[in-house]
């Protein structure tokens, strides 16, 4: 493990200075000089493992902003603090109440110890898995612009089958994320140049040519908070989470799925897949296919066909399409049958 | 009584909690690598990139540049120093820092000292290697492979069994299925990860190293390090997870003792998990080709099973679960062939119930299939085909209580609800499966020696350089003392885990029970001849009796009669303080060699199937209920039988969690475990244990072991048989028919995974 200046800054503006005397404009933040670290679940073990190389590490985890550490719960609907940990997000109780799916996604993550370790800011910037980003010796245009990818004709059944280029198809794995983009969630930054609002759905960038660009977040910019909108319908909501064993696993496969049902017709449906892409993934085409539809087996079929409909397999991974379908499916008539 | 302390039936010795229990739980007992030792230096491995070639430049510069690097330790240095060899106690021939050619992904190339972890850490990862790389050889399929008949390249696997004429009687069957099946990679994951620490005394060498075999590595590092075996010592008191993987030395060892010889100061090295894919043995994938004719009636009249495994370039590790396959049942004619297939690859070697897990796997599966052909219930299957004597050698078995295993297992797991129409269970939206196999494993036996003190306040203490892996081999040999000696466990000490006690043979092969407890018992009962002689003599308390009516309880000589001295004062009478009594124990067979090549660390192993008289086994039934969701496909296993038969049960709670163990491990081996092997490059893919999947708790739900009682005299003088490698037989081939009985498709190939269920 390369030796690294480790600091606690106490304030949101002085962690943006210090990170910003370290990063030059076009700097990502994962390969900046000085990175963030919160719960250092992700970060510590690419660290230990030569992925991540920060010469500084800033620890957020001193921050004196109160609310960086609070969920609030507000007529437009629930703010999380960035440094609130998967944990608590996952017990509380409005979350559970008013948003099913955000509670599932997170009590279905990880293992109890790395939730109570974990910040929820630190969970959706969780870096892929991919074994061959993970380990320095594989060929990885991700960790090494330009150097190849290991995996695309490698052991690839973890790999994405939706929304992957030629130079990566890593999976994003995290769960509470899925929640997030089908909620419609906004992400708060402060940085550089000030605070400004994110939508999740721009939080992450697609791999494309650059898979080394992991997400729209400059160097310096702190995440400090969550928010999701009030939505009375979410409380019909829930994550479905397919994994080769019963607890402490990534998904194969996954659905968050929101539904506004009148009867059985579908008013509006929120559908985000996990597991199968390589950024958080709102399936677009299979709401649109539900919408004003009787929701059953054949029109949730449907729906999970227009989710797959641009899906690209590679040697290991094309089961997750006939999975990803499957899930989605179980998932969306589940969700019909909640008792509400 | 709960669970965990099942109450003893016939032949079964009290569930008394392990004497170390409340060391271990409580984080005191120290593993060799938590062993305090003075002025530490850290050791840290590099190591290669490539799966084959030559390493033409190592670049040190780097490493040498990190702040607190104290030594690195490459080629050259170890020339001094013999290769290492490949046997019982090593686990390859490669010598690694001995030649530049590269054999295997992850093979050593540097070790790095440093004053640090971390330092030493960075500097390995510094050490910049650069290769001359041809294309390696993957495994099965890949080119380049040589295949080579397995018989006769391991004193472990001398034939391949045969009995009649197989193919006639297939030829003739009425019923017959060819089918073939795979098992794949797997890798010791223990928690306790794979560590050396050795440190110099003048010219003594000290190693504490987590080993299932002191004696054998002590001979070993001697011979490699060209020195006395009286100047070694390995230290090993705890193992945190053995199952094989810390049989064999590896190269590892002897490196580290160097770097501590250069330094003259004390070198630990702790192997990340990653590394010890390479640096350490591992279960290699196998292939199977079975094939069973039956009469209409089910009797099974020609059996054959082939074997495929694959091993390194240098080393022929031979798994062959023939010879346990081949005598299971009352096949009319056997017929089997084990081929080794050689690639660019580490060398395999032992990984719990090394032969049987996958050949049973294979058979079993297999029988499945045919009590589908047949259109027969799977268990009367195996009961018509329950055989009088072994196939091969026509011998009688010692024991055998298989069917006694099938039906307990069967009534406490409600086999007699299962409707046999495959997929016609259902749950909801789960499709409920049942399945059942057999477990079998080889009941051996080894030289072994102990020695046992006896004070005349009643103090025991027990010394025997066997190894606490984590059966309970402690607390069994202080529970054999403190049977025959009369002295409660908790005024008895059991010292195990040091090259410098008496030697016990390696702690594998399930032999441990068995070899350790009929030295202990042979000890104590020279104890109590002393005891009984003395007390007995002219003038004594208990003068004019005979020795056979005497038992040993509470401190005190009792006689049949009643009459009854103390021990104390009959030791008081011999003029000492203590006895104590040194004892070799060789099993029936024994060479007139046996016990010298104990002390060379490389014991006989005699019953299963090599006795003259009959054949030893234990055996046991497995049922699995499976849930398989109608959409999405996991699988899941809410339900575990498993009966077995072991003679004697030295401790029913040690014996029913080394059985829960094992029947985990095998729902594992059934749905998760798996080490992905990157064809192209022949370089192990998911090393880490977020990748390499084992079962959670939450996989585990309703498990229940039934130990049925069995008497065997025969086995050994303990009349034990071990069951430590019992538990995990058969149990993925349960798994797999349930998952058949489920959804209609037979899955041949481990691990079972969604994908496989989806089409
Ligand atoms: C064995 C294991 C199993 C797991 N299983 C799952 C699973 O099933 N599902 C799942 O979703 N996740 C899973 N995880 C991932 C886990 O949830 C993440 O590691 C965790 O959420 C990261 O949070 P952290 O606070 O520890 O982040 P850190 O490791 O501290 O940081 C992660 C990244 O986020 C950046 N960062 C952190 N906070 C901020 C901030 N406020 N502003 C800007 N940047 C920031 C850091 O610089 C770093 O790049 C698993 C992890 C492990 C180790
Ligand atoms: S898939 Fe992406 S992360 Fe994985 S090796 Fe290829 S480029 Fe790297």
Same mark, same amino acid.
């Given at each position: 493990m390369r030796p690294f200046v480790y600091e606690q800054p106490t304030d949101i503006s002085t962690a943006v200075a210090i990170a910003s005397r370290f990063a030059t404009d076009d700097d990502q933040p994962t390969r900046a000089n000085a990175q963030f670290i919160a719960g250092g679940t992700n970060l510590a073990d690419y660290m230990k493992l030569g992925v991540a190389e920060p010469n500084h590490l800033l620890d957020l985890n001193q921050l004196k902003e109160a609310a960086l550490r609070q969920i609030q719960v507000t007529d437009g609907g629930i703010r999380f603090g960035a440094l609130v940990r998967m944990g608590e997000a996952a017990d509380h109780a409005e979350v559970n109440r008013r948003y099913p799916v955000i509670a599932d996604s997170l009590r279905l993550a990880a293992s109890g110890q790395i939730r109570n370790m974990a910040s929820l800011a630190g969970n959706v910037l969780q870096r892929t898995r991919c074994e061959y980003f993970r380990e320095t010796s594989w060929q990885c245009n991700k960790r090494v612009p330009g150097s190849g990818c290991a995996a695309m004709d490698g052991f690839n059944r973890q790999h994405a089958v939706l929304g992957v280029s030629d130079a990566c198809i890593a999976t994003y794995h995290g769960d509470f994320a899925q929640a997030l983009i089908a909620l419609d969630a906004v992400v708060h930054a402060e940085g550089g140049h000030g605070a400004r609002k994110i939508p999740f759905a721009k939080l992450h960038r697609q791999p494309r040519d650059t898979p080394h660009v992991e997400t729209d977040l400059a160097a310096e910019e702190i995440i400090t908070a969550i928010e999701v909108p009030a939505i009375p319908w979410a409380r019909r909501s829930l994550y479905l989470k397919i994994r080769d064993r019963e607890s402490y696993a990534f998904a194969l496969a996954s659905a968050a799925v929101a539904l506004d049902l009148d009867g059985e017709t579908v008013r509006e449906a929120r559908i985000a897949l996990g597991g199968v892409a390589t950024v958080p993934w709102r399936a677009g085409a299979a709401e649109e296919a539900l919408q004003g539809k009787k929701l059953d087996e054949a029109s949730a079929g449907a729906a999970a066909d227009a989710a797959f409909a641009g899906a690209h397999p590679r040697q290991h991974n094309a089961f997750k399409i006939e999975l990803g379908k499957r899930t989605l499916v179980r998932a969306l008539l589940e969700t019909r049958d909640m008792k509400v | 009584?709960?669970?965990?302390?099942?109450?003893?039936?016939?032949?079964?010795?009290?569930? =008394?909690?392990?004497?170390?229990?409340? =060391?271990?739980?409580?984080?005191?007992? #120290?593993?060799?690598?938590?062993?305090?030792?003075?002025?530490?230096?850290?050791?840290?491995? $590099?190591? +290669?990139?490539?799966?084959?070639?030559?390493?033409?430049? =190592?670049? *040190?510069?780097?490493?040498?540049?990190?702040?607190?690097? /104290?030594?690195?330790?490459?080629?050259?240095?170890? &020339? @001094?120093?013999?290769?290492? @060899?490949?046997?019982?106690?090593?686990?390859t021939s490669i010598g690694p820092l001995h030649d530049r050619t590269i054999f295997h992904d992850g093979q050593i190339i540097a070790l790095a000292v440093a004053e640090t972890f971390e330092a030493a850490e960075e500097a390995a990862q510094l050490i910049r290697a650069e290769y001359e790389e041809e294309k390696p050889t993957a495994s099965f399929d890949s080119p380049g492979t040589k295949t080579v008949a397995a018989a006769g390249k391991s004193p472990m696997f001398k034939e391949d069994v045969k009995a009649g004429d197989f193919d006639a009687a297939f030829a003739a069957a009425a019923v017959k299925i060819d089918q073939r099946y795979s098992t794949p990679t797997q890798h010791h994951n223990p928690i306790e990860l794979f560590s050396t620490t050795a440190y110099w005394q003048g010219d003594q060498l000290v190693v504490h190293e987590p080993s299932q075999n002191v004696t054998g590595w002590k001979v070993e590092l001697a011979r490699q390090l060209k020195m006395d075996p009286a100047n070694v010592r390995i230290v090993s008191p705890f193992i945190g997870g053995a199952f094989g993987s810390k049989g064999p030395m590896t190269p590892r060892t002897a490196i580290v003792a160097v770097a501590a010889k250069r330094l003259g100061r004390p070198v630990r090295c702790v192997t990340s998990r990653m590394q010890a894919f390479g640096t350490q043995t591992y279960r290699a994938e196998t292939r199977h080709r079975i094939r069973i004719g039956a009469g209409k009636d089910g009797r099974i009249t020609a059996f054959a099973h082939e074997g495929w495994e694959v091993t390194s370039r240098p080393d022929l590790y031979v798994v062959g679960g023939t010879s346990a396959t081949g005598r299971m049942?009352?096949?009319? +004619?056997?017929?089997? #062939?084990? +081929?080794?297939?050689?690639?660019?690859?580490?060398?395999?070697?032992?990984?719990?119930?090394?032969?049987?897990?996958?050949?049973?796997? $294979?058979?079993?599966?297999?029988?499945?299939?045919?009590?589908?052909? *047949?259109?027969?219930?799977?268990?009367?299957?195996?009961?018509?085909?329950?055989?009088?004597?072994?196939?091969?050698?026509?011998?009688?078995?010692?024991?055998?209580? /298989?069917?006694?295993?099938?039906?307990?297992?069967? $009534? $406490?797991?409600?086999?007699a609800k299962r409707d046999p129409k495959v997929g016609a269970m259902r749950d909801g939206d789960w499709l409920v499966g049942m399945g059942c196999a057999t477990a079998i494993y080889p009941s051996a036996v080894a030289p072994c020696a102990a020695r046992v003190r006896l004070t005349s306040d009643g103090e025991v203490r027990v010394q025997c350089g066997s190894h606490e892996i984590g059966t309970g081999i402690r607390t069994v040999a202080g529970q054999m003392a403190s049977e025959r000696l009369g002295v409660a466990i908790d005024k008895i000490s059991v010292e195990m885990g040091d090259s410098g006690l008496p030697p016990a043979p390696v702690s594998g092969g399930s032999i441990s029970t068995a070899s350790v407890c009929s030295a202990v018992l042979k000890a104590c009962d020279a104890i109590r001849s002393k005891l009984f002689a003395a007390a007995t003599a002219e003038g004594s308390p208990l003068a004019g009796s005979h020795n056979e009516e005497f038992d040993l309880a509470d401190g005190k000589i009792v006689a049949k009669s009643?009459?009854?001295?103390?021990?104390?004062?009959?030791?008081?009478?011999?003029?000492?303080?203590?006895?104590?009594?040194?004892?070799?124990?060789?099993?029936?067979?024994?060479?007139?060699?046996?016990?010298? @090549?104990?002390?060379?660390?490389?014991?006989?192993?005699h019953g299963g199937e090599q006795d003259e008289d009959s054949v030893?086994?234990?055996?046991?039934?497995?049922?699995?209920?499976?849930?398989?969701?109608?959409?999405?496909?996991?699988?899941?296993?809410?339900?575990?039988?498993?009966?077995?038969?072991?003679?004697?049960?030295?401790?029913?709670?040690?014996?029913? +969690?080394?059985?829960?163990?094992?029947?985990?491990?095998?729902?594992?081996?059934? /749905?998760?475990?798996?080490?992905?092997? &990157?064809?192209?490059?022949?370089?192990?893919?998911?090393? &880490?244990?977020?990748?390499?999947?084992?079962?959670?708790?939450?996989?585990?739900?309703? /498990?229940?072991?039934?130990?049925?009682?069995?008497?065997?005299?025969?086995?050994?003088?303990?009349?034990?048989?071990?069951?430590?490698?019992?538990?995990?037989v058969g149990t993925a081939a349960a798994v797999a028919s349930a998952v058949y009985h489920a959804t209609g498709k037979r899955i041949r190939d481990l691990p079972i995974r969604i994908e496989q269920l989806l089409a």
């Open positions: - | 009584m709960d669970a965990a302390a099942p109450r003893p039936k016939e032949n079964q010795g009290e569930p =008394l909690p392990r004497v170390d229990a409340r =060391l271990k739980v409580t984080g005191q007992a #120290h593993y060799p690598a938590d062993l305090p030792t003075a002025n530490l230096a850290y050791g840290a491995l $590099a190591t +290669s990139r490539i799966a084959k070639g030559r390493v033409t430049k =190592l670049r *040190l510069d780097d490493a040498r540049a990190v702040p607190g690097l /104290l030594d690195i330790v490459t080629y050259g240095d170890m &020339d @001094k120093v013999d290769k290492p @060899k490949f046997g019982n106690s090593g686990a049942y009352g096949y009319g +004619s056997v017929l089997t #062939h084990v +081929s080794l297939v050689q690639a660019d690859r580490n060398t395999p070697g032992y990984m719990r119930s090394p032969p049987e897990t996958p050949y049973v796997y $294979a058979l079993e599966n297999a029988m499945d299939e045919m009590a589908v052909a *047949l259109g027969m219930d799977p268990v009367e299957f195996r009961r018509i085909n329950e055989p009088k004597t072994e196939p091969i050698g026509k011998k009688p078995f010692s024991s055998r209580s /298989l069917i006694q295993c099938y039906d307990q297992a069967a $009534a $406490a797991f409600g086999w009643g009459a009854s001295a103390k021990v104390e004062d009959v030791m008081k009478i011999m003029q000492v303080g203590a006895i104590e009594e040194y004892a070799e124990f060789a099993p029936k067979g024994a060479t007139p060699e046996a016990l010298k @090549k104990l002390y060379a660390g490389t014991p006989e192993f030893k086994y234990a055996f046991g039934a497995e049922f699995v209920e499976v849930r398989i969701n109608r959409y999405t496909r996991e699988i899941r296993v809410p339900r575990i039988v498993g009966a077995f038969a072991a003679g004697r049960i030295m401790n029913t709670r040690t014996a029913r +969690s080394q059985l829960m163990g094992g029947m985990i491990w095998g729902i594992g081996q059934a /749905l998760h475990e798996a080490t992905e092997v &990157d064809r192209r490059y022949a370089r192990y893919v998911n090393r &880490d244990l977020q990748d390499y999947l084992v079962p959670v708790n939450a996989d585990i739900k309703d /498990l229940q072991v039934i130990l049925v009682p069995e008497v065997d005299h025969a086995v050994n003088p303990a009349g034990v048989k071990g069951l430590g490698e019992l538990g995990n």
